[in-house]
Each structure stands twice: as structure tokens, then as C-alpha cells.
């Protein structure tokens, strides 16, 4: 099946270097797994318990920090709020995306290097230097202290990579495929929107989960940009939240359990679309 | 291959193409483009508090890199950056593709550690900021309760707190934090690479390391590129990781602080400084900004170039 | 698909919603602050005012302290922000204020603000006009915050001399038990200790010789005050270099540490996190016996109005009824804080007793009077401090880099 199963037995050295391999791999896992393990079990742990038996196995029934962190903070309104923010703001990136990408693919145009150099330019420009006169556009728009300021914030900071990816997969797609729907007098919008797209979900995807992990993770933009409570998002929420516990350890590792519950669960129902998509920007 | 391009330039035709190119890009210029050019005018103006001044000319970038108070907090804090992203190339991006190529072999369990090695890719930097600070509590984390549990109290330290490994311990959190993107990445490189190459170069005789140095470490040349820019970029633009562990202030004295805190206590201030400046915060993001683009390009192009040699 | 799409168009017609309803006939005055600890006080307070000005309500919002700066100066640079606005004093008020975003008080719109003493006021006045910007809330106090039980337990009393406060530190440690809570992890931690250890070593009149220009941070008294902290550091918590703020909060509140120093405004806060706990408060030792013990003392901030507020009537009213002295009695019993408004009864007996200790105080040094300039006195004391207690530097060095740093832009050190 591998260069490595094939040729094994030939050469000496090969046998220790799969055991060293599988050492390496080994130890490595655990190190990427033990801290989130560590994080979950302290979760169910009083302050106390995290204190005196940092490593035992806690009583799984002792689910208060949970009751109290659902119950008692508004981490839940923060979880909505991430939802609402990160969704709006995939479904404008994947609009806006496609319609730049599908331009610059598919009709000829003088302008078409321009403008694939417009948003190269984008891609490379930190957002976050610029802050403070974002800020202030965004009170003159009337969108601050409001989920749209993020929205319309995060959809200009995906924007550039997914016009990139959808461009790059519809140039791929035969023309023919146009053509003959060309022929049969079918309009321009309805070549796109019957034609093309339904073949375009693979990247659509991808550009989702590129964009999707970075949104829901930020926390710079909320921290300038939102003030009220109940729009905040949830890593924003958490600094709140951990600056209300510092001392009680069993809160803190329940509310970081919480917070990084969904991406996780999601991430391990899905790794390999997340891998593509994550790695989207990085590998041609 | 290509569509066909003799499309009728009708006036509805190009409606069409505005009504598809027109919004993104309106999109793009109100929110990236024009906040990005009016922070760099910022940068020329005198800031009184909050308010603007008068126009200033290269007044807040001489203070930013030469004046007696900003110079050399910067300088220190650039240097910190350097070595970020000198320690994170070799331990991030070198260990990611350490760990790619033992997964390209695909040994027993490879499907497992692949997801795992990109677990803590898809959490929060502030999940593991936290999580890694409260770790690394001298008295109650698990790094310390562990080295005491095996007999190892001298290797015991305050990490944090300590000037000669906060930084470290910043840098290892961002590796932990960081290292399955490059692996994953190189895995997907490697995959690319025709067996044939790693067959034939396997008869000739040559052994586990000249195969990785000789022939795969060239052949993923566009994934080290694509990589070690981005690791740039991301170097230098550092925040979320310290800001989180050591706060605004770079503790220990300025043994942890980078760019992103002193533009971020520039800017807008802590509580323990006085001044919060506009204009020399838009001068420090407006110098960044033009060092990341310049390096960024002249690195991409020299990478490039290393790739096509081979 | 279509369901999610409701939910979006759900969510995006929520916030619209949400940013749409302004009050219609009241008058809805926004108040923020970065006190998330005195929500409930605060609530409680607004309810009161309500109740007296039936046409005004109050929406309170509070921000994590060491973000709470950001968020105001750019909400306020671009326009915005609250109509009423917790401020701080000395040099953070000076940046909003001296940008004209805050309505200048007197005894015209505010009369009430004869009800305070003129060092409080002077807190929240801007240098360069005289003017006064907000009303004042608090006065604090840094000083050694004790667990009695401990003390007792191990029949010791507050000590008078440093010499006192070493030997019984070593007989804590002696027997097991943390003498200090402090850690130095936290930049800001190291100026707390300071002011809560070694203000009686420096004295008023070391203050009164760096404000004349007589004397500057390299003065004998300032460099062995340094020595002596150095000294003691050793009794701190474990690994003190790596114990931030929080964990040392957590040391002394789960009663394994004898003494804390830092801030009066601690004492309520532990107790409310252990009411068990039984708290006393002693100066900073004196060098030798017969001098003036003293705390040293400073004004947290104030309540001032939004300059570009379109509600500035409504929030002067707010702002006189915490300027009254039934706002000061409440806010002094409740948050366990002394309130400066003149003549209130204080009911809590360690509060009384901060009071009594701020009869003999001097300034917080740094804070008051070095906070209006960069380097700021504040982050040079932090930063050295912190760098000698490492042991990475000498006391006399960590003095110098202090003054070099002040000497840069303060006039009397410059002749």
C-alpha cells in the first residue's frame, strides 16, 4: 500500500525507524490532546479538587460548574450571537465571492487583472492596523455596537481569499457546458445561477470553513467594536467571563470546555472538509 | 480549459459583469481600502488626546523610530517578533513537516493522529491562551504539579513570570496552537509528489534522512513558501497569544512585549500609561504594515525562485 | 438551507430591532463603567434615581477594567459613547478631558460639588484650565490587608517597625504558613505592593522634596525603601516571580497566606469570595519606632458627563443625585469604599478603620502626580520593580532606570 510496507523488510534500519515513528506520533497526539482532555476533566472538578489532584479522573456527575455557567452568565447569549454573526457573514462572503470570482472566470475583460490584483492587495492588508478609522466609518454607517459591524467587517476580511478559490475552480469548469445552454437561448444569470453554480458547491465549501473557523475564533474586532453585552460574541464573551472567575478554577475550565465544545464536536464530525478548507489558502 | 471568450459586448451584457463585479468591489474599497489609506493619513497628524491636530508630516514616525520614549520599546518589541518567528519556523513549521512526513508513510493509526495533530488548529487563541495560562500557574498548573510528581522540582519554574522563558513558553503555546496547519499542509505536499520520485530514489540506495533533505524537503518547496510567509505575516502581527498570557504590558518588564502590544498600549492606551496617541499608533501600524508587504514580497519572491531551481 | 436562511433573516431583522427601539417618551440615559464587581449596587442605585425622577431611566454597562480605556476613547473619538461615563483620575482623565469630549462641572450645574474636599476634586480637574470633569466616587488606599484568624492563631499583632514586620514574617514562614499573598507576575501589582509596604520608609516629606525638585527617585530614602522590599520579597508566595494578581487574590482569600498588600478596595471583594474570612488593615511599617505611619492614598475616578450627550440635562441629574451625600452613605456601606463626599457614617468597622488610617496618608505616588506624561511614573515603577524582585537589577539600578525615565519630561528633576 506504501513506499513504507512495500520495502520494509529489505532494509535494516527500516524496522526501528516505524517504531520511532510510531513513538513520535504517539507522543505527539498526546500532547495535542492531553491539554483539551486536562481542560474537560477539570471542568467537573471544584477549585479545590484542581488543586489537590491535578490529574485524577473527577466525578463525572459534578456537573454545577456547567449548571452555572449555562444558568448563571450570559455565555449562552454569546454562543447565539457567534452563530448569528459567523452564518451571516459566510452566506455574504459566498455571495459577494462568487460573483467577483464567477466575472473574472468566465467573461473576458481588460479589467479583469485589476481587479484580481485589487483584492490580491486585500488579501495582504492586516485589517486590524486599521481599527480606528474602521471604527469611525462604521458609527457614520450607524452599524456600530450591532452584530452588522462585525458582519460587514469579517465578510471584507474573507472576501479577497474566496474570490480566489471560486475564480480558480469555475475557470476550470468546460465552456462547453455554457455553450450549450447559450444555444438554447438561456440568459446569462440563468447560465450562472442553473448552470455553473450547482456545480461550484466543492469550493463553496471550502471557502465556508476557511472563513468560518476565523470568524467564530476572532475576538479583536468584537472587543473594539461591540460594548453591549447581549451582542457580544463568544471569545469576546469569555475574556468577560474569565475576568468574573478568576479565582475559581472549576469555572474557568467549564467555561473553556463550553466555549470550545462546538467547534471541536464539529471539527471531529467533520475533520477532512475542515482540513481541506483550513489548508484551502496553502496548498495549490 | 479555458471558457469561450467572444461574448457579445452588449450594453446588458455588460450590466451583467458590473451588477457581478461592482458590489465586491464597493464592498472592499468602503471597508478595507479606504479605513487602511486614512489610518496612514492618521500617522501625519498631531493627536491631542483624541482629537486632531495639525498635519505633522513624519513627525510620529521619527518619535516611533528614533524618539528617546517610543524607540526603544519598539526596538525591543520588534526583536521579540524576530525571534517569534525564528523559534516558531524551526519548531512550527520545521516540526510540522517532520510530523507530515511520518504521516505520508501512513503507518498504523496515521487517520487518528492526523485529526488530532489539527485539533487544537480549529480552537479559539483565546481558548488557548487561557487554557495554556492557567497550565503554567507555578504553584497549581498541571506543568509544574507534573514535574513535582516526578521528582523533577528544579525543572519547577514560574514560567510566566520569569524573563528568561515567558517568551518561550509564549512561543511553545503558539506552536501547540499552530503546528498541524504547516503539517497538514506539507502532508498535502507531499501527496503530491509522484511515487515514482520516492520509488526510484529509494532503489538507488539512499537512506531515510538523504531521501527527506535530497529529495522531498525540495520537492514541497511551494508549500515552505506558501508557509513561511504566512508565518511572517503572522509573526508580526502577534497579539492574541500575548495579550492573553501576559497582558497588555509584555510582563515580565517588557521581556514578552511585540509589536501587536505596543501598537494595541499605543493606540489605545492601559491603564497604568497616560497617553493614548492615535497618530503614533497609525505611524507604528502604517511602519509595520509597509515592512510586512516589503519582506513579505521579497521572501515569497526569493522562495519562488528556489522552488523553480530545482 | 431554507431554515438557516430564516434564521439569518431572523437574526438580521433582531438587530435591527434591537439597535431601532430608542425610548420613545422617557429619557434613556446610558452609564458605563468598568466596576463589573458593583453591578448590583449600581443597579440598585439607578433604581433609587428612577424612583425620584420618574421621566429618566439608566441603562448600566460594565467593561472588563483593562479594556474598559479602549473602549471608551474610541467610542468617544468617533462621537459616541455613554451619556454619563465613570472616568478615572490624574492622567487618564486628562486625555478625555483635554480633547473636549466631557462637560466641564462647577457649582452651577452641579452644587453638589461642595460636598467634597478639594483634594478630591483636584483629582478630576484638568491642569491646564482648573476646571473640574467629574465627580468624584472613591478614595482608595493601598496598606497590608491581614487575616486576623492567622494572626491570632499564632499570637502575633500587627507590627509597628519593619524590623517587627520581617521577624514576624519569618515566624510565619517558620511554622508553614505564607506570610505574603503578594505575587509580581502582573506589572501592576508591583506599584500596589510598593505603595502598600513602603509608604511610611518614604514619607510626606520625601513626597513634598519630589514635588519641590529637592530630592528625585534616586534620594537615599527612595533606593533603601527599595532595598528593604527586595528584603522581604523572599516571604512572598511561592514562585512569586510567576503569580499573577488572581492567584495571589485566590491565596489569601482561600486563607493560605497571612497578609496581602494592596488595596483597601480588596477587602470587600474578599470577603464577599469567603465570608468566613476575619480582616484587618495595618499602615506600611515605620523604619524606626516614633515615625508616622502612613497609607498611601489616591481618587479612583469620578462620574462626569458625555460633552456631546444630546440628554446632558438628564445626565446632570444623574450626576448631582451621586453627589449626594445619601449616594456616599449607600456607596460607602455597600461596596465597603470610601466615599470623599464630606460627613458620611461609616457602619462597617473595617472600613472606619481605613478611614482613620487615611487621616496620615500621602499621596500614591506615581499615580498622582507621574501618570500625565510618557514614559508614565506608573510603568517605569512596575517594570523596575518587577525587574529587582526578579533579582535582575539592583535597587540604586531599578531607582536610576525610574528616574531617567521621569526625567525625561518632569521639569524639577531637570535642573
Redesign the interface.
Known amino acids: 500500500m506504501t513506499a513504507i510496507t512495500s520495502d520494509a523488510p529489505a532494509t535494516r534500519q527500516a524496522i526501528p525507524f516505524v517504531l520511532l515513528a510510531q513513538v513520535i506520533l504517539i507522543a505527539n497526539s498526546f500532547i495535542m490532546l492531553y491539554p483539551v482532555v486536562v481542560m474537560v476533566l477539570s471542568a467537573f472538578k471544584t477549585t479545590g479538587e484542581i488543586f489537590e489532584h491535578p490529574f485524577a479522573l473527577p466525578d463525572f456527575t459534578q456537573v454545577q460548574n456547567f449548571a452555572k455557567v449555562l444558568g448563571e452568565t450570559a455565555m449562552p447569549v454569546y454562543f447565539v450571537n457567534s452563530i448569528l454573526v459567523t452564518g451571516t457573514s459566510i452566506v455574504l462572503i459566498l455571495v459577494l465571492g462568487t460573483m467577483a470570482g464567477y466575472a473574472v472566470a468566465r467573461y473576458e475583460s481588460r479589467t479583469n487583472t485589476f481587479i484580481l490584483l485589487f483584492f490580491l492587495a486585500g488579501l495582504m492588508l492586516p485589517l486590524k492596523l486599521a481599527v480606528i478609522p474602521l471604527f469611525i466609518l462604521l458609527r457614520d454607517l450607524g452599524l456600530l455596537d450591532s452584530r452588522w459591524s462585525l458582519i460587514v467587517t469579517y465578510t471584507a476580511i474573507g472576501l479577497p481569499s474566496t474570490v480566489f478559490i471560486m475564480a480558480g475552480f469555475l475557470r476550470t469548469l468546460p465552456s462547453e457546458l455554457e455553450d450549450a445552454a447559450r444555444i438554447d437561448g438561456a440568459s446569462e444569470p440563468r447560465i450562472m445561477w442553473s448552470v455553473m453554480l450547482p456545480l461550484a458547491r466543492p469550493p463553496m465549501a471550502i471557502a465556508a470553513i476557511q472563513n468560518a473557523v476565523p470568524i467564530w475564533n476572532d475576538f479583536f474586532f468584537p472587543l473594539v467594536f461591540i460594548q453591549t453585552d447581549a451582542r457580544k460574541t463568544l471569545p469576546q464573551g469569555l475574556t468577560t467571563f474569565m475576568g468574573e472567575y478568576t479565582t475559581d478554577w472549576g469555572m474557568l475550565f467549564a467555561g473553556l470546555t463550553i466555549a470550545a465544545a462546538p467547534i471541536t464536536l464539529l471539527y471531529i464530525a467533520l475533520s477532512r472538509q475542515f482540513i481541506q478548507g483550513m489548508t484551502a489558502g496553502a496548498v495549490k | 480549459m479555458q471558457a469561450s471568450r467572444q461574448q457579445p459586448r452588449s450594453l446588458k451584457h455588460q450590466l451583467w459583469v458590473a451588477f457581478l463585479v461592482v458590489p465586491p468591489i464597493v464592498f472592499m474599497s468602503l471597508f478595507v481600502v479606504y479605513p487602511i489609506l486614512s489610518a496612514f493619513a492618521y500617522a501625519f497628524y498631531d493627536w491631542q488626546g483624541l482629537a486632531r491636530g495639525e498635519f505633522v508630516g513624519l513627525k510620529n514616525f521619527r518619535e516611533v523610530l528614533f524618539g528617546a520614549t517610543m524607540a526603544p520599546v519598539v526596538w525591543n518589541a520588534f526583536l521579540h517578533n524576530v525571534y517569534a518567528l525564528i523559534a516558531l519556523m524551526i519548531i512550527q513549521n520545521g516540526g510540522g513537516f517532520f510530523l507530515a512526513w511520518l504521516l505520508y508513510k501512513e503507518p498504523f493509526g496515521f487517520r487518528f493522529h492526523r485529526i488530532a495533530v489539527f485539533v487544537p488548529v480549529v480552537l479559539s487563541t483565546i481558548i488557548v491562551g487561557f487554557l495554556w495560562k492557567l497550565f503554567l500557574n507555578p504553584n497549581f498548573g498541571i506543568i509544574n504539579q507534573a514535574l513535582y510528581s516526578v521528582g523533577l522540582d528544579s525543572w519547577a519554574k514560574p514560567w510566566l513570570g520569569d524573563s528568561s522563558t515567558a517568551l518561550g513558553a509564549l512561543i511553545l503555546a503558539n506552536a501547540w496552537h499552530f503546528v498541524g496547519f504547516p503539517a497538514l499542509v506539507y502532508l498535502a505536499g507531499m501527496q503530491r509528489i509522484p511515487p515514482e520520485i520516492i520509488e526510484a530514489a529509494r532503489l538507488d540506495g539512499t537512506n531515510e534522512w538523504q531521501l527527506l533533505k535530497n529529495v522531498v524537503w525540495p520537492l514541497v518547496a511551494p508549500s515552505t513558501t506558501i508557509l513561511f510567509t504566512l508565518l511572517f505575516i503572522g509573526a508580526f502581527n502577534w497579539f492574541e497569544i500575548p495579550y492573553v498570557m501576559v497582558g497588555l504590558d509584555g510582563s515580565p518588564f517588557g521581556s514578552t512585549d511585540v509589536l501587536g502590544l505596543v501598537f494595541y498600549r499605543t493606540a489605545f492606551g492601559n491603564q497604568s500609561a497616560s497617553i493614548q496617541n492615535f497618530g503614533m499608533g497609525s505611524a507604528l501600524a502604517t511602519l509595520l504594515f509597509l515592512f510586512i508587504v516589503v519582506f513579505a514580497s521579497m521572501l515569497t519572491l526569493w522562495l519562488r525562485r528556489r522552488e523553480i531551481q530545482f | 438551507m431554507k431554515l438557516?436562511r430564516r434564521?439569518?433573516m431572523a437574526?438580521?431583522a433582531g438587530?435591527f430591532l434591537?439597535?431601532g427601539t430608542a425610548a420613545m417618551a422617557q429619557t434613556e440615559l446610558t452609564f458605563?463603567s468598568w466596576r463589573?464587581?458593583d453591578k448590583a449596587f449600581y443597579q440598585d442605585i439607578i433604581k433609587k434615581f428612577q424612583a425620584k425622577e420618574p421621566g429618566i431611566t439608566v441603562k448600566f454597562?460594565t467593561?472588563?477594567?483593562?479594556?474598559y480605556?479602549?473602549?471608551l476613547?474610541?467610542?468617544?473619538?468617533?462621537?459616541?459613547g455613554p451619556d454619563v461615563i465613570q472616568a478615572?483620575a490624574y492622567?487618564?482623565l486628562?486625555?478625555?478631558?483635554?480633547?473636549?469630549?466631557l462637560l466641564a462641572l462647577d457649582q452651577q450645574n452641579v452644587p453638589e460639588l461642595a460636598n467634597f474636599p478639594e483634594a478630591a476634586l483636584a483629582a478630576e480637574t484638568l491642569r491646564s484650565n482648573g476646571k473640574v470633569y467629574a465627580v468624584p466616587f472613591a478614595m482608595q488606599a493601598q496598606l497590608v490587608v491581614y487575616n486576623k484568624k492567622i494572626f491570632k492563631d499564632n499570637g502575633l499583632n500587627p507590627p509597628k517597625t519593619w524590623d517587627e514586620m520581617m521577624a514576624l514574617a519569618q515566624a510565619l514562614k517558620a511554622k508553614n504558613i505564607n506570610p505574603f499573598s503578594n505575587?509580581?507576575?502582573?506589572?501592576?501589582q508591583n506599584?500596589t505592593i510598593v505603595g502598600g509596604l513602603l509608604s511610611s520608609m518614604l514619607g510626606k516629606e520625601f513626597e513634598a522634596d519630589i514635588v519641590s525638585g529637592k530630592a528625585n527617585f534616586t534620594d537615599p530614602r527612595f533606593v533603601s525603601a527599595l532595598a528593604k522590599l527586595k528584603d522581604i520579597s523572599q516571604y512572598f508566595?511561592?514562585?512569586?516571580?510567576?503569580?499573577?494578581y488572581?492567584?495571589s487574590?485566590?491565596l489569601f482569600?482561600a486563607g493560605r497566606a497571612a497578609m496581602f498588600a494592596g488595596g483597601s478596595y480588596e477587602v470587600a471583594n474578599f470577603k464577599n469570595?469567603n465570608p468566613t474570612l476575619d480582616l484587618g488593615v495595618f499602615p506600611a511599617p515605620v523604619l524606626k519606632a516614633g515615625d508616622q505611619a502612613l497609607i498611601a492614598t489616591y481618587y479612583d475616578g469620578g462620574y462626569a458627563v458625555n460633552a456631546k450627550s444630546e440628554k446632558k440635562d438628564a445626565a446632570l441629574k444623574f450626576v448631582r443625585f451621586l453627589a449626594t451625600p445619601e449616594y456616599g452613605t449607600a456607596f460607602t456601606n455597600t461596596l465597603k469604599n470610601l466615599s470623599p463626599i464630606k460627613g458620611i457614617k461609616i457602619e462597617d468597622p473595617i472600613t472606619q478603620d481605613v478611614a482613620k488610617l487615611a487621616e496620615n496618608s500621602m499621596s500614591y505616588l506615581m499615580l498622582v502626580r507621574f501618570?500625565?506624561?510618557?514614559?508614565?511614573g506608573?510603568?517605569l515603577l512596575?517594570?523596575?520593580v518587577?525587574?529587582m524582585l526578579?533579582g535582575?537589577q539592583t535597587p540604586e539600578q531599578a531607582a536610576a532606570e525610574i528616574n531617567k525615565?521621569i526625567a525625561?519630561y518632569y521639569k524639577p528633576f531637570q535642573k
Open positions: 438557516t434564521i439569518l437574526a438580521a438587530s434591537l439597535s458605563w463589573q464587581e454597562e467593561y472588563a477594567p483593562e479594556n480605556q479602549t473602549i476613547s474610541t467610542a468617544l473619538a468617533a462621537g459616541r478615572r492622567g487618564n486628562e486625555t478625555i478631558a483635554t480633547s473636549g469630549y505575587g509580581t507576575a502582573t506589572a501592576w506599584e508566595a511561592p514562585n512569586f516571580i510567576g503569580v499573577d488572581p492567584s487574590q485566590q482569600v469570595q501618570r500625565y506624561q510618557e514614559p508614565s506608573s510603568v512596575q517594570s523596575n518587577q525587574k526578579a535582575q525615565g525625561t
